[in-house]
């Protein structure tokens, strides 16, 4: 099966904090996406990487950074939080026309 | 740009009851289309699919059928039951779900016993 792990389930930052968000596939998948939810709202794009060091901006990515490094590894930054960034942040890869999400990290800023 | 619209929630049924969520897109050229579930605490699984017009995605009950005269693809289960309490989003993608997905706003089914 295929696996993508995010880092922390639960984060609860600062207000100015550079904070990362990890995750890893296992499935040597060419592309790597991250996503927040928010009630009412549904899924809207941050970033997302075609391939190691490449990277296209999504809907929103105001706020947020992204580095890939590694073709297993996908990192969304937040260079200085702030309070409208408390969301579930998910991040997906994709292989055979399916795009697979890892269980979401629940970030809190306060 | 592309859009997916979605019935919204809360949807309340009773176990066995039929269920229907709405969906309709608008796309340009052919999108493929894709219904997800998230269930309580977990990320999102993909539920069924279809990549071209009429073609029916079906799974675990649900079925959905690619309709592109009316740019829809409702998401229909014969029978819910209480394990199908979830919310449910629907989605396209340009190329087939390996490029970026465009999401509907998510409709969330709690079944009762």
Not at chain 1, 83 to 98: E, F, P, V, W
Not at chain 2, 42 to 62: C, I, M, P, R, V
Not at chain 2, 101 to 112: H, P, S
Request: charged share 25%; aromatic share 12%; hydrophobic share 30%.
């Amino acid at each position: 099966d295929v696996k993508v792990t995010q880092s922390s389930r639960y984060l609860v930052k600062r207000t100015g904090e550079k904070v990362f968000l990890e995750c890893v596939q296992d499935m040597d998948h060419e592309n790597m996406f991250w996503y927040r939810q928010d009630p009412g709202l549904g899924l809207r794009l941050i970033y997302f990487s075609y391939d190691v060091k490449m990277k296209e901006k999504g809907d929103i990515p105001e706020g947020y950074s992204v580095s890939r490094e590694k073709k297993e590894r996908f990192s969304l930054i937040l260079e200085s939080a702030s309070t409208n960034q408390t969301s579930m942040y998910l991040c997906a890869s994709t292989g055979a026309d399916t795009q697979y999400f890892g269980p979401g990290t629940r970030l809190t800023v306060l | 740009g592309d859009s997916v619209t979605q019935m919204e929630g809360p949807v309340t049924l009773s176990e066995e009851a039929f269920l229907t969520i709405n969906c309709t897109y608008t796309a340009t050229g052919y999108p493929s289309l894709f219904w997800y579930v998230q269930y309580p605490g977990e990320g999102l699984q993909l539920l069924l699919k279809a990549t071209k017009a009429d073609d029916k995605g079906s799974n675990k009950g649900f079925e959905a059928t690619y309709r592109k005269e009316t740019t829809s693809f409702h998401l229909e289960k014969g029978s819910v039951q209480v394990s199908d309490s979830a919310v449910y989003f629907c989605a396209l993608s340009d190329r087939g779900g390996s490029e970026k997905l465009v999401f509907g706003k998510g409709t969330k089914l709690t079944v009762n016993p």
